[in-house]
């Protein structure tokens, strides 16, 4: 792991590149006209910005969910915009993380088979369910392991999808809004807990959020409106 993060380091190839992005969805007024963005591998990037002002499209587009009506986008050296459907998918899987604002959990399986969804097809160089159990204890929730994930609070839901997103040791980790849902003690609890799995793993991480006193988590704070030539109404 940490001979990976020195290889990627020296590579020097940036996680994140967008040159004249531009995006609307179908028959829709633009969203995102952002001239130039790079974030640097094991950054932790910090984007807010009002409601409605194009967050989580732009996640969408890095993610490869979306793709740019214009411009270039790279991501992890990837011109996603060349790869088929399915190539895009199987990119996603193996090198981003994804925690979303709602969990997504699925609500009859425990606490470990929603750890696991979707893992047990998936290479992996290393032990996935002995992974599992070590995120279940970092992230405070082994004592639930074999819970189903409605008997668990919001917080702790949440720290159920931040495994999740971080069982393939994913290169790049994109959060939207993931503490919207939680009081201000499971929020510290939560960015606490994503720091230190960043200590471990440094992927890049990307998280995009309204609520500005989170910034002092991050490396670098960006507002959306700074980037975006899209004004909003
Ligand atoms: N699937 C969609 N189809 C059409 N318009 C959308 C869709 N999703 C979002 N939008 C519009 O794009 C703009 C940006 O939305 P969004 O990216 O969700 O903003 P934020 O995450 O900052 O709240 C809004 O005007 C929203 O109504
Ligand atoms: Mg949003």
Redesign the pocket.
Known sequence: MGDDWRKRKRSKMSAIQLNHLKFH??Q?PL?LDIPELKIEQSEKVFIH??????????L?LVSGILSPSQGDLLVLNQNLANLSAGARDQFRGKNIGYIFQSFNLIPYLTIKDNILLGQHFRKSDFNIEHRADQLAKDLNISAHYNKKATQLSLGQQQRVACARALIQKPQLVIA??PTSSLDDKNTIEFMNLLIKEWEELKFTLVF?SHDLTLARYFDRTIA?EEINKVV?I
């Open positions: 969805y179908t829709g969203v910005g009002p409601s409605g002002t194009g967050k989580s499209t732009f969408n939207d809004e995009v959306l909003s």
